[in-house]
C-alpha cells in the first residue's frame, strides 16, 4: 500500500498572501469601521417622541418615515379626531383619512433630519423658545421647527391643521434655527434646548445666509460651547 505524507509548512498571514492593497480593506475584532453618526438609524423605545413623515395611505393606517430600519404604523384608530372626540372610528372617518394626513404632508414648518445620537433624551421634547418658534426634538433624530401658536387650545387634545399662511418674520426665525441645528450637528454638539437656543442668540449678528460659512459656523459653536460650559460650571 502506498502512503503519501506531507510535511507542515508555515503559512503566511492571510494579509500578505492577499496582498497590500487588500490588507487596507480587512476588518479585524476591535477595527473602527466609521465614525460618521449620519449612518446611525433609530432604534425605538417604549416613550420615545418621535417626530415623522407620512409615505402612504392604507386601509385604516398610515405608513411613516421615521428614520428607522422599518416604515412605522399609525393606526387610524390611534389617531385622535379633530376636536377631540372620542368615539369608535367609522367608514367615514376612513375615507376621510387623506383629509387629515396624505403622503410628504409639511405645513406651518421645516423638518431637520439629524443622526439620532445627537437628540439629548430630556424629559419633555416639546419646546417653545423664547425667539417665537417651537421645536419638537424626536429621538429618532427627526426635529420639527415651527411657529409658536399665539393661543393654545386647552382642550382635550384632537387633530387640528394650521393652514394659515405664515408671516416672513416667522419665516426667518424658523430659517435661523435651522441654520443654527446644521451648525451644532456639524460640529457634533448635542441638541437639546438649551444649546439650540444658544446658539440662536450667537448668530444674531449674522446674517440667515451666512451662518453656514465656515469660519461663521465655527464662531457661534465656539461661543455656544462656552456658555454652556459657564452654566454648567
Avoid at 181 to 207: F, N
Amino acid at each position: 500500500m502506498a502512503m503519501e505524507m506531507r510535511l507542515p509548512v508555515a503559512r503566511k498571514p492571510l494579509s500578505e498572501r492577499l496582498g497590500r492593497d487588500t490588507k487596507k480593506h480587512l476588518v479585524v475584532p476591535g477595527d473602527t469601521i466609521t465614525t460618521d453618526t449620519g449612518f446611525m438609524r433609530y432604534i425605538g423605545e417604549v416613550g420615545d417622541i418621535v417626530v415623522g413623515r407620512i409615505t402612504e395611505v392604507q386601509q385604516k393606517r398610515w405608513k411613516v418615515e421615521t428614520n428607522s430600519r422599518l416604515d412605522s404604523v399609525l393606526l387610524l384608530s390611534s389617531m385622535n379626531l379633530p376636536g377631540g372626540e372620542l368615539r369608535r372610528r367609522s367608514a367615514e372617518d376612513e375615507l376621510a383619512m387623506r383629509g387629515f394626513l396624505q403622503e410628504g404632508d409639511l405645513i406651518s414648518g421645516v423638518l431637520v433630519q439629524v443622526s439620532p445620537s445627537l437628540v439629548k433624551r430630556q424629559k419633555t421634547h416639546f419646546h417653545d423658545l423664547p425667539c417665537g418658534a417651537s421645536v419638537i426634538l424626536g429621538n429618532n433624530g427627526f426635529l420639527w421647527i415651527y411657529p409658536t401658536p399665539e393661543h393654545k387650545e386647552e382642550e382635550a387634545g384632537g387633530f387640528t391643521a394650521n393652514l394659515e399662511p405664515v408671516s416672513l418674520a416667522d419665516r426667518e426665525v424658523i430659517s435661523r434655527l435651522r441654520n443654527c441645528i446644521v451648525s451644532l450637528v456639524t460640529q457634533r454638539m448635542m441638541l437639546y434646548d438649551t444649546s439650540i437656543l444658544y446658539c440662536y442668540e450667537a448668530s444674531l449678528p449674522h446674517q440667515i445666509k451666512d451662518i453656514l460659512k465656515p469660519e461663521i459656523m465655527e464662531e457661534i459653536v465656539m461661543e455656544t460651547r462656552q456658555r454652556l460650559l459657564e452654566q454648567e460650571g
